[in-house]
């Protein structure tokens, strides 16, 4: 019965230590293999619930932070984050990165008001603040062990599709079905495709609440290279798809984009002097 496996739940974690919660977790991992195999649906579902929210408490009682506190507002998460990740220390932005990603774990397994959007956007935010701050200075050993970790694309080749960060631009790289064999017609068919897909990106991560919020400003496709002539798209025989690499300038105006970049992964296209040279 519900009620009783709340009471001994309670009765088990009273202590609130790491030895109470790996009780209670047995005791929950015999309660639901009774109520597995007399196909007690809503128990089941009902104690699998208390077993995520016993490992949220575990896993904030084993934490040097009260993830429970960092989760509940904004406010009290950015008051502990914010000095670390505005640092000049590299250091002290590896310490925001380690609070991110415990935020983000509790979050997942307790569904806390500040839910995993909100943290998987900020060490997006958090890991491009690294990359740049190893970019500018790789001499300590700590320093090493952050290589760049943006996404390395190539120009002459099919890559990962997504929405990412571009020095300052914003590129999306994806594939569609095209209507056209004209490729002019098929490059407007392409720009039109990546302005859903960035929209889309925008709107899922509560970066914009509509297409309507939006202007973009100059946008390009960047070619691929072959050894015969460049072309606008590549070929995906596995999908039977064209994919296109599109760039935006900028969204909105620069402030807008500024901000909207740092909670997208980077990528950098081979030599990234060269592709510059190029377009």
Not at 13 to 31: F, N, P, V
Request: charge should be neutral.
């Amino acid at each position: 019965k519900p009620n009783r496996i709340r009471l001994l739940y309670e009765d088990y974690t009273r202590e609130g230590t790491a030895e109470s919660y790996r009780k209670a977790d047995h005791m929950l991992a015999l309660a639901l293999k009774y109520a597995t195999e007399n196909n007690f649906t809503e128990a089941s579902a009902y104690i699998r619930r208390f077993q995520s929210s016993n490992e949220a408490q575990a896993f904030d009682a084993g934490s040097s932070y009260d993830l429970a506190e960092m989760t509940r507002s904004v406010r009290s998460f950015e008051k502990l984050f914010r000095p670390l990740f505005e640092s000049s220390d590299l250091e002290q932005i590896i310490k925001a990165e380690d609070l991110v990603r415990q935020c983000l774990k509790y979050a997942r397994l307790a569904q806390t008001p500040l839910d995993t959007t909100y943290f998987s956007q900020l060490l997006v935010a958090v890991t491009n603040a690294i990359s740049d701050k190893t970019k500018e200075d790789i001499n300590t050993v700590a320093q090493q062990q952050y290589a760049d970790k943006s996404l390395a694309a190539r120009l002459d080749t099919l890559n990962p599709c997504g929405v990412y960060k571009w020095q300052d631009k914003v590129v999306v790289i994806d594939e569609f079905l095209s209507a056209s064999s004209f490729e002019n017609v098929r490059k407007g068919e392409a720009i039109l495709h990546a302005d859903n897909v960035l929209v889309n990106y925008l709107k899922s991560n509560k970066l914009c609440k509509s297409a309507e919020d939006l202007k973009f400003g100059y946008v390009y496709i960047i070619p691929y290279r072959s050894n015969s002539k460049n072309t606008s798209f590549f070929f995906n025989a596995g999908t039977q798809k064209w994919q296109y690499i599109v760039c935006y300038t900028s969204i909105i105006d620069e402030a807008y984009t500024r901000e909207v970049i740092m909670f997208m992964p980077a990528v950098v296209f081979g030599s990234d002097n060269e592709t510059v040279r190029n377009f």
